[in-house]
């Protein structure tokens, strides 16, 4: 199974990105999937979650500004990002819990990442 994300670049504050998160492979079922970032110098933070029946979380900092987003069909996520800030600079990664053919147990699948820049 591999995860990509796509989408990230250069922004100014209050402007908007969309970043994508497209999974291939043997897939059976994608479970719980989740948008996370890290900022140099910080800790990989989770920024939403949404479940295979699209209920969603949010962490504080984003809230009211990110909606997360998925198609099961084409076993992708989505983050629109909104009014951006310069401390939303990070990298950005997805994470997919997948169940394969033939498998009972869901694994976690990361992204590569991709960088979001926000400039002031």
């Known amino acids: 199974v591999q995860v990509v994300e796509s989408g990230g670049g250069l922004v100014q504050a209050g402007g908007s990105l969309r970043l994508s998160c497209a999974a291939s492979?043997?897939?059976?079922?994608?479970?719980?999937m989740g948008w996370y970032r890290q900022a140099p110098g910080k800790q990989r933070e989770l920024v939403a979650i949404?479940?295979?029946?699209?209920?969603?979380n949010y962490a504080d900092s984003v809230k009211g500004r990110f909606t997360i987003s998925r198609d099961n069909a084409k076993n992708s996520m989505y983050l629109q990002m909104n009014s951006l800030k310069p401390e939303d600079t990070a990298v950005y990664y997805c994470?997919?819990?997948?169940?394969?053919?033939?498998?009972?147990?869901?694994?976690?699948?990361w992204g590569q990442g991709t960088q979001v820049n926000v400039s002031s």
């Open positions: 492979g043997s897939i059976f079922k994608i479970n719980n």
């Open positions: 994470n997919a819990y997948v169940i394969g053919y033939g498998g009972s147990s869901q694994w976690s699948y």
């Open positions: 949404i479940t295979s029946d699209s209920i969603t």
